[in-house]
């Protein structure tokens, strides 16, 4: 196992200092959004083989019902979030882009009645394997935005050795304090979370990774923590972005270097958001489906912005209406924060299980979009996290020449934007990254076919 300077701990090595622009929404209790009229649940919101519908139109359906599921292993099962009735399942459109595969389903009256999972008396008397199976009929994914099954993730091949778990409570992206108010309004549900995912992963070793700009949640861990004997270390860290990505906080977190290639547990170590460890607490303990998560709506294009807490398929209108609406018609919306998230044009696209903010900038806010050619500063060079090249790896992409793209590393790239962020000559780095990782995997595909 790679080990990195244990003095480098506590950060990692380069990244970014973006401005935070937390405070508009950190210090505000969040609130429950009424439930919405109508929701748009797309068959897919996780890494994985796509879903088949289990309604059809006219359907009466209950929230938490099992309404799309898989028989794939790398998959995971979504719920109806509102009662109600199915009224479509067809393309509609989605905040990726494009239209796509959802359930529209409107709501009939006040109703709310749930459809609960089985569960077991008591968690801690319940088997691994029981455990996991709810998980995974929850319909749990990561929800820092990578929305990985999160049943999978806690069934590590036993060639993997793993000895830590990491609760990432970094949330780096500026704008961002869902995680943060969650670590300060349900503490305790998070860390029975974290109790119940360690249980499943076999291992008592677990580190509450947490950015010290949040010092209110630092402290309040910490103290229910002792308070419940909990054993697990909570960890502050300096702030940088992207300390958030993963192999970010196992560098800062544990000092050990994920492989190029690999994966965490390829180092012993599996990482969970706050949200997901909110969501293990939900099924388990209380049998409720993933069907709802808190948000952030925020930016300066916000009248109040805050965090929600929204049933999964509410439209961002719906989500940005409740926060007093746009102040402005020219702003600009994304979906998660400026650095990765994804800028929106059509407010209408549902919010999904991994919708962690709405944010919301006036367009005199936004990084000037003129391009200059590259002065070959190496600022790029010296903020990617991930050691890369990225002004080379662009203009490989941009010049089509694939191979060395993927000669230079381009899918070790975690696409951070840390290199956009920094560079004085406005090119669109990441976006000709991508545009190099689909290009390699097309051409590899093409091999493997002629083969
Ligand atoms: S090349 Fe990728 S990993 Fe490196 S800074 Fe740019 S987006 Fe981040
Ligand atoms: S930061 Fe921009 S201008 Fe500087 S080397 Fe990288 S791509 Fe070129």
């Not at 199915?86 to 459809?115: N, S, Y």
């Not at 670590?183 to 974290?194: A, F, H, K, V």
């Not at 939900?282 to 069907?291: D, E, R």
């Not at 049933?311 to 926060?323: L, P, W, Y």
Request: aromatic content about 6%.
């Amino acid at each position: 196992m790679s080990e990195m300077s244990v003095s480098a701990a506590n950060t990692f090595h380069r990244g970014v200092h973006p401005d935070e622009f937390k405070a508009m929404s950190s210090g505000i209790r969040s609130r429950e959004l009424p439930l919405p009229e109508e929701v748009f649940i797309p068959l897919q919101q996780h890494i994985g083989a796509p879903c088949e519908a289990l309604v059809q139109k006219g359907d009466t359906v209950k929230t938490g019902q099992k309404i799309a599921d898989s028989q794939a292993f790398v998959s995971s099962p979504v719920h109806a979030s509102i009662t109600g009735v199915v009224r479509a399942v067809a393309a509609f459109p989605h905040p990726l882009g494009g239209r796509v595969p959802m359930i529209h389903i409107v709501r009939e009256g006040e109703a709310d009645e749930w459809e609960l999972l089985e569960r077991p008396e008591s968690w801690e008397a319940a088997s691994v394997e029981t455990l996991k199976h709810i998980v995974r009929e929850a319909g749990i994914v990561g929800l820092g935005g990578a929305a990985f099954p999160t049943h999978v993730k806690m069934s590590p091949p036993e060639d993997k050795h793993v000895d830590h778990f990491i609760l990432n409570g970094c949330e780096c992206e500026p704008f961002l304090t869902c995680d943060h108010r969650s670590m300060l309004e349900e503490t305790d549900n998070i860390l029975t979370g974290m109790s119940i995912i360690m249980k499943m992963l076999k291992i008592d070793k677990g580190i509450i990774g947490i950015e010290n700009n949040k010092q209110d949640a630092v402290d309040v861990m910490q103290s229910r923590v002792d308070a419940l004997q909990l054993g697990f270390k909570v960890q502050p860290l300096k702030v940088k972005y992207p300390q958030g990505a993963e192999k970010m906080l196992i560098a800062a977190a544990l000092g050990r270097k994920v492989p190029t290639g690999g994966l965490p547990m390829d180092v012993g170590v599996v990482v969970n958001n706050i949200a997901t460890a909110q969501a293990v607490y939900n099924a388990v303990v209380n049998g409720k489906p993933l069907i709802q998560r808190m948000l952030t709506v925020a930016g300066d294009a916000v009248a109040e912005p805050g965090n929600l807490t929204v049933r999964v398929g509410t439209s961002f209108k719906t989500c940005i209406d409740a926060c007093g609406g746009l102040k402005s018609e020219t702003a600009e919306v994304f979906m998660g924060g400026p650095m990765m998230g994804l800028s929106q044009y059509d407010l209408n696209v549902p919010t999904l299980k991994a919708t962690s903010g709405i944010v919301c900038l006036e367009s005199s806010q936004l990084k000037k979009v003129k391009q200059y050619p590259c002065i070959q500063c190496g600022r790029c060079v010296g903020a990617c996290p991930m050691n890369l090249v990225p002004t080379r790896l662009a203009r490989f992409a941009e010049t089509a020449q694939y191979d060395a793209c993927n000669e230079w590393g381009v899918f070790n790239c975690v696409e951070c934007g840390s290199c956009a962020f920094v560079c004085p000559s406005g090119i669109p780095l990441v976006q000709w990254i991508r545009v190099g990782k689909v290009k390699v995997t097309e051409k590899q595909n093409k091999v493997k076919a002629e083969a």
